[in-house]
């Protein structure tokens, strides 16, 4: 007896230690888990298949609203023209033009697009071709469409309103030619948004395109603008011409009389100095020529009077050196005179030889020699003031020479002077004439330019009327807004899946919160139901699919633990109207109809609802019960249709908790689970009242009920926390109302999904 006892105490406690850790993984279950990142590709089909009716909805939708709006957009045509900037001329003759070629580089080429875009050429193109009576350029000239109208705040509030808050500027009084002014802006800034100018590639071609809603007028207004582009460029060249042309006018009247006068000024000063310089400078240098080597001679001359003069002066205190001089032995009468005295000198030495010298012989001899040398030196002194008077006319001579060359030389300097002025003068005339003659030609090269002008650019492709529209791209747009609008379902498929809080399928119970699903309870509509009781429904329709997914659902519970079945299983959600006590009693009648002895106990006493499904009688039920007013066998009903014994409730003004945590409950359970093979009970929703916590610690099995696509997963996570936490043993989790039609559709591999799709395995309703 001990051994049975101690084998039952460890089985038992085993029993209870497998259920605690249960209990402790299903509450870890619970806790956030992100660790799974991995995107699964099925789940992902899945969810665009189930959802592909939005997909489909917004595809059809936008596509075809798209096409409508294309369609009533009006065609705009585009026309295009090529012009291109070539800077090869025609020399018809060989002169420099006044302006310049525009240049190949890029950013000439650019200059030259916003010279095209321009509002004076744009300007020009409105003028010729009278764009302000067009009312495609002219918003005044259009008929407001009534939409329009409703949109604008002026159809709603006054002027003076959207002044003041902003909305809407001041009225200015303008006159007609400034209201005329601003009305040709607005048509030019107009024509500038529908035309665009570029360059094309690399190249010097300029691609001059104009968008219309008429092919014609594309084409037209195309041409126009590089026509005028043509024609503006030719008229700048003729202005610069005429410009040019007319100051070279202006200059050169002002060069002619300047010529004039500078050649003028040459003349008569020519006339000024002829007098002066008389038969010129030429004839004066070469005469100052002569008087110079004349000068040069008469000083030379001077200087050897002078030489001689001053040897003769020096030697007169010398008479015995007298007559080394080059004078005395050059004089004939000196020579005579010094061969007489070389006679009486040969004379004296005879007669002092012959006589001595007292001889009166001797004495005349040496007086006649006395006389002779003194006049040998009177002579010398004859010759010494002939070389002197010598002496002065040379130095006269000089004089005079040195007297003309100055004389010469002075008026020399003024005719020099007189013809360096005149070079001037001269030189002034020459260039005034020559900057005249530049001048006078070039006068001449431009005002000939003005016949032989051509343009830098010239078109090689004009505009051709478009035949096809090239706005809006019909095909294009609508291909986008296909493509665009599947894309955009996806897109919202995913944000409702993101948006949906709800629980559709048993695999998201065990994903999401964690619990197993161990069933689906079909969603019965009004054609399945017919006239057929609700409560009494699995007894009314046994080989239904609803009636089968209930027996499928005990099958569950009895394998859950297969050694000890349970045989109280207690049935809460988490909020009212999720099916609960529909379910608990399907539940109970399949049980009751497979021939086991079943009750289904309502323990909800705020709430109860089983004597009305059944229409028994509440007036004995748990309520009394449990507070020792009626007995067992009074508080039970059997109902003779489906055989089911049912134990009703009431609302009661005492406390509910207390009632059902009583040891009276415990009690009256342990008894009726020794009466009955199972037992049923109805329990309230977990988070609306604790009274389900207390009944699932009493019961073996706890059953969770989830509404198909309608209780938030938030709520059926706290429900389960709380459940588990409570430490009820929880079998799992049963989806009711299932809309099997639509969770076929979604794809599930559950139960829901032969429901739907192998329904002829059961029967009609």
């Known amino acids: 007896m001990s051994n049975s006892t101690t084998s039952s105490t460890v089985t038992a406690n085993a029993q209870a230690e497998e259920k605690r850790s249960r209990l402790k993984s299903l509450a870890n279950s619970f806790t956030p888990n992100n660790d799974n990142d991995e995107i699964d590709l099925q789940e992902l089909l899945r969810t665009l298949w189930r959802r592909k009716s939005v997909i489909f909805s917004i595809v059809v939708l936008l596509t075809v609203l798209v096409t409508l709006v294309v369609f009533q957009i009006a065609p705009k045509y585009t026309a295009a023209t090529n012009v291109i900037i070539d800077g090869r001329k025609n020399q018809v003759v060989d002169i420099e033009s006044v302006m310049s070629g525009v240049s190949s580089e890029m950013g000439a080429l650019l200059s030259e697009v916003e010279v095209i875009k321009s509002s004076s050429l744009i300007r020009r193109v409105v003028t010729d071709l009278n764009l302000e009576k067009d009312p495609e350029f002219n918003a005044e000239l259009r008929e407001v469409p009534w939409y329009k109208t409703l949109l604008k705040p002026e159809t709603y509030v006054g002027d003076d309103f959207l002044v003041s808050i902003g909305l809407k500027k001041p009225e200015v009084l303008l006159s007609e030619t400034e209201q005329a002014e601003e009305r040709t802006n607005r048509v030019i800034n107009n024509v500038k948004e529908h035309m665009d100018v570029s360059i094309v590639g690399r190249s010097q071609v300029i691609a001059i395109s104009f968008t219309s809603t008429n092919a014609r007028k594309a084409s037209l207004i195309a041409n126009t603008i590089a026509d005028q582009y043509i024609v503006d460029q030719l008229e700048a060249k003729f202005e610069a011409t005429r410009r040019a042309t007319s100051w070279l006018n202006d200059r050169l009247a002002s060069l002619r009389d300047k010529v004039q006068a500078s050649e003028g000024a040459v003349q008569a000063y020519r006339e000024s100095i002829s007098s002066q310089v008389g038969q010129g400078s030429k004839l004066t240098e070469q005469q100052i020529s002569e008087l110079n080597s004349q000068l040069i001679l008469a000083q030379a001359n001077r200087a050897e009077a002078q030489a001689r003069l001053n040897q003769v002066q020096r030697l007169l205190g010398n008479t015995a050196d007298l007559s080394s001089a080059a004078e005395v032995l050059n004089s004939p009468l000196i020579q005579r005179l010094r ?427």
């Open 339 to 765: 061969d007489q005295e070389a006679e009486l000198l040969r004379k004296v030495s005879e007669l002092e030889s012959r006589y001595g010298s007292r001889h009166p012989a001797m004495i005349k001899a040496r007086a006649e020699l006395t006389d002779l040398r003194g006049s040998i030196e009177r002579e010398v002194r004859k010759i010494a003031q002939s070389l002197k008077n010598e002496v002065g006319v040379a130095q006269a001579r000089v004089s005079t020479l040195q007297q003309s060359l100055n004389s010469l030389e002075s008026k020399n300097n003024t005719q020099n002077q007189a013809e360096i002025r005149l070079r001037e003068l001269e030189r002034e005339a020459n260039a005034n004439r020559l900057l005249y003659e530049n001048f006078l030609n070039r006068f001449k090269e431009t005002n000939s330019q003005e016949d032989l002008q051509q343009a830098d650019a010239r078109i090689i492709s004009r505009a051709e009327v478009p035949v096809d529209p090239s706005a809006p791209k019909k095909q294009l747009i609508i291909a986008v807004a296909f493509v665009g609008s599947i894309f955009l379902g996806v897109v919202l498929v995913f944000v409702l899946e993101q948006l949906d809080n709800s629980f559709r399928s048993t695999e998201q119970l065990e994903q999401i919160a964690g619990v197993p699903g161990i069933g689906m309870i079909p969603l019965l509509t009004g054609n399945l139901l017919g006239k057929t009781d609700v409560g009494r429904f699995p007894t009314h329709k046994p080989g239904s699919a609803t009636t089968e997914s209930v027996r499928s659902l005990r099958t569950s519970l009895m394998l859950s633990n297969v050694d000890n079945p349970p045989r109280i299983v207690g049935i809460t959600s988490t909020v009212p109207s999720e099916g609960k006590s529909t379910l608990a009693a399907w539940l109970a009648q399949v049980t009751s109809n497979s021939g086991q002895r079943t009750l289904l106990v309502d323990c909800d006493l705020r709430r109860p609802t089983v004597h009305k499904t059944f229409g028994a009688d509440n007036k004995h039920s748990l309520v009394e019960l449990l507070a020792d007013e009626c007995t067992i066998d009074q508080a039970i009903k059997k109902d003779e249709e489906t055989g089911l014994y049912l134990l009703p409730a009431k609302v009661t003004q005492a406390n509910a908790l207390d009632l059902l945590s009583s040891s009276h409950m415990q009690t009256t359970l342990m008894a009726l689970r020794e009466h009955f093979d199972f037992i049923v009970l109805d329990a309230p929703p977990i988070l609306a009242v604790s009274d389900s916590k207390v009944i699932g610690l009493m019961a073996d099995k706890m059953l969770y009920v989830v509404k198909w696509d309608s209780t938030p997963r938030g709520l059926v996570k706290a429900g389960l926390k709380e459940t588990t936490e409570a430490g009820i043993d929880l079998a799992g989790a049963v989806l009711t109302q299932v809309n099997v039609k639509k969770h076929a559709k979604y794809g599930y591999g559950d139960y829901g999904y032969y429901y739907g799709r192998y329904k002829d395995y059961y029967a009609k309703g």
